[in-house]
């Protein structure tokens, strides 16, 4: 029984800035931009996450 691509475990997709771009094809570009959309809205998330502590804590310590 021949062992089939889709049963093979994917390489997790990671991504080093200034990396060579040109051994990729378009749809493993497309697929970094969008895990990096996603990172990018998640340290966005914790930004906002991290502002709200702050703000939080420096209104308690004010009063």
């Known amino acids: 029984m021949a062992i089939e691509d889709d049963d093979k475990p994917r390489k997790k997709i990671s991504h080093e800035i200034g990396q060579d771009l040109s051994l990729l094809s378009v749809e ?22 991290k502002r ?7 209104s308690f310590f004010k009063t």
């Open 28 to 49: 493993e570009l497309t697929e970094r931009i969008s895990l990096m959309n996603s990172e990018i809205e998640r340290l966005q998330q914790a930004v906002t996450k």
């Open 52 to 58: 709200a502590s702050m703000d939080a804590a420096n």
